[in-house]
Structure formats: C-alpha cells, structure tokens
C-alpha cells in the first residue's frame, strides 16, 4: 500500500509580501525602500524635515497594524552619515575580536547600537529614569540612559543597503548634502557641552 504524502495535506506557506525596490517622490515626501516593508521616508511638514526608518507590521487584523520606527532629524541623520564606515566596519568583525557592545551617539538620546553575537544595527531611543538623573552635567558618553521601545533594529543586509542608499538619498533632499555634523560647529568644549545635540541631559548645567 502506498500513502499519499502529509506535505500535500499542509496548508501553503504565507509568504510575508515583498513590494519593488521602489522610490515614492512628491515635493514634501521621499521613500526609498530597503528591504521587505522596511524603509528610508522623508517628510517636510511646515519647513521642518524628518526622516524614518521604519517597518509597517500588518497583523492578523488589518485595523490593528503596528509600526517599527525611529525618527531622525537632519542633525542626527547627518551624524549617522558621518559614523556610517565605523558602523560597517564593526558589521564585518566576526567571532572573538567583537565587542560586547558598540554604541554611536546619534544627538539627542538616540543611538545606534550594535552588540556581539546579535547581527544587527538597532537605532533607539533612550531616557533617563528619574532616581538615576544626577545633579552634575551627564556628557553623552555617560551610559546612564536605558534604552526605550522607540526603535528600530536594521539587519547587516538593510544596513548595507541603508548606506547605499544615503547619496541619492541625500541629493534629493534640499540642503541636507551639504549639511555638516553638529560637532564641526562646536569652537571649544564648552560649546559642546551647552549644546542640546551633543549633551541632551546635562546641556542645562552649563
């Protein structure tokens, strides 16, 4: 006797929808697609410019889609254009010349982070819990921040993709090329310092 398969009587595999690689253009609004749903968006809403990375997650329920995001000013976006090649370099260490964790300071309390053993790049917002805020200046560098559920966390091949993208990206958008890093403003420390950008938790202080 011969049985018939149990394949044939498995349902068929859902493949997650995959659109092309695709770029929506109008005069406030660019999206360039990285990967699956994943993507680089720009919005100028009332001569403010922000830029995305986000995933749309549809759930069983249509009505009750979620979104995987981070927000970036031009600033911050500017900031991670600059620390781009020491982010991709650290992507390509392997085994135990990793570290356990490397993190970028993007402005604001946003970083982007990537740590040994998990190969991704997570962008993310931080905060400050209150019992942990100190009465001296917090430079960015002072890891007191605990990350928050805002983010967004890039496979190495998005990422790859990200920074491919970042010129063409850049070219559409009026003066953001040109755009220099926050940090080449600074005359001295102490602008550093006062500036909200650089030092989002201890600026006040000064």
Known sequence: ?????????QPPV???????????MAADRLMMHL??????????????DTIRLEDTVF??????SRKKRIHLNTAQWVDL?????QITTVTRVEGSAQEDERRWHLGGNVYA???????????????????????????????????????????????????????PFESTIPGL???Q???????????MLRCSHCNPNGCSTW
Request: aromatic fraction near 12%; charged fraction near 30%.
């Open 35 to 48: 990967d699956n749903l994943r993507y680089v968006v720009w919005n100028n809403v009332d001569g403010k």
């Open 113 to 167: 982070t990537i740590k040994k053993g998990w190969p991704f790049v997570d962008f993310r917002k931080f905060w400050i819990p209150e019992d942990c805020i100190r009465k001296d200046c917090m430079l960015p560098g002072d890891f007191q921040v605990r990350p928050s559920k805002h983010g967004i966390s890039l496979t190495y091949e998005e990422w790859y993709r990200l920074t491919e993208l970042m010129e």
């Open 177 to 179: 090329k040109e755009q």
């Open 1 to 9: 006797q011969t049985s018939s398969p149990k394949a044939s009587l």
């Open 81 to 85: 254009r600059m620390y781009a090649d």
């Open 59 to 64: 759930n069983d329920n249509p009505n009750n």
């Open 14 to 24: 859902k493949k997650r929808f995959v659109p092309r690689r695709l770029v929506f």
């Open 181 to 191: 890093s926050c940090l080449m403003d600074h005359a001295n420390q102490m602008g």
